[in-house]
């Protein structure tokens, strides 16, 4: 059995987006309930957050915009850049301990404290552009932990993998130019599919051509497409690549009873996706894989399948 982390902290709950908002505080204790109830708690190396430094978010947001986002939380602003990002009061320090939970979970998996980890963060952060909050999202969780991998621990080649069913738009912009880190998404599109980014001829500019890939389903394709894609081109770019860690964009709102998107992939379908990414960063990356949530919307599903989830990296 792996030595695996889960970052979860009740402050996350904190973040408040009002009513009839589909990102609440409810998805992270559906995920906590789901972990208890298969009795898998105690195996988990439990990691509490703590606010990240500001330094290594401006690696990757304006200076500016993290100004603007911290006093619009401090005069009691609603909403932020879009009617999609409601916030309240809390919501600039839970962004702080989103970032700061994912790069202490970094740390631990660098000085080999543990293996692997699922870090069960909100705000989620992959639509987060350099200078704007969309889709829910206010710091790019997941390019600020491969940004810090290359800052602070000197890694040359980093892995992000998104299998959220919307295409990670902030992940690929922030590093399109970028020949170090490989960005791969698997997303609905089109069809109506937030944010209408993600096109299959996006791979990147400039010195990052090739270092992009968006896989595009279409509604209804499910597991077939799914493996198809997985185990076809992303292994090969993985192969060629060859990451030193893996940071999964994990969202649930794929599944086929999550009302975000409609690609239809299965309960065992998520389970065979996250199986091959481990082994992916068992051939690559000696083993060194963080997940960090972004959507999943299904309360009922959440339980199962963040349990799965676990499971999965714990049994690597």
């Known amino acids: 059995m792996k030595r695996t982390g889960f970052l979860y902290d009740e402050r996350y709950l904190n973040h408040l987006t009002g009513p009839y908002h589909p990102e609440v505080p409810e998805r992270l204790t559906a995920i906590y309930n789901g972990i ?52 309240g009061p809390a919501t600039f320090e839970t962004a702080l301990l ?29 639509h987060a552009e350099r200078s704007k909050a969309m889709g829910f999202c206010y710091f790019n969780n997941a390019a600020i932990a491969a940004t810090y991998l290359q800052t602070k621990w000197f890694l040359q080649r980093v892995a992000v993998i998104d299998i959220d069913v919307h295409h990670g738009n902030g992940t690929q912009h922030i590093f399109e130019e970028d020949d170090t880190v490989f960005y791969y998404s698997i997303h609905q599109h089109p069809s109506f599919a937030y944010p209408g980014t993600g096109r299959a001829f996006e791979n990147g500019e400039k010195r990052g051509v090739g270092y992009t890939c968006n896989a595009t389903v279409l509604p209804g394709q499910g597991d077939d497409f799914y493996r198809e894609a997985i185990a076809g081109e992303l292994a090969t770019a993985m192969q060629r690549f060859r990451p030193e860690f893996i940071i999964v964009s994990v969202g649930f709102d794929a599944h086929e009873d999550d009302d975000m998107a409609d690609v239809a992939l299965s309960t065992e379908g998520y389970s065979w996706v ?25 309360l009922e599903r959440l339980p199962e399948l963040a349990a799965d989830h676990v499971q999965i990296l714990l049994n690597d």
Not at 53 to 71: G, N, S
Not at 74 to 79: D, L, S
Request: proline residues 5%.
């Open 36 to 87: 208890a109830q298969k009795g898998l708690l105690e195996h988990l190396r439990l990691i509490p957050a703590q606010p990240a430094e500001r330094m290594w978010i401006e690696l990757v947001h304006d200076k500016a915009y993290i100004d603007r986002l911290e006093a619009a939380c401090r005069n009691g602003q609603k909403t932020f850049d879009s009617p999609d990002n409601q916030m």
């Open 98 to 126: 989103a970032v700061g939970g994912v790069l202490d979970t970094i740390d631990r998996v660098i000085v080999d404290e543990i293996d692997n980890a699922f870090c069960a963060v909100r705000p989620p952060g992959h």
């Open 274 to 298: 996250m199986q091959q990414l481990v082994d992916i960063s068992r051939r690559h990356a000696d083993g060194k894989l963080i997940s960090i949530l972004e959507g999943g919307y299904n």
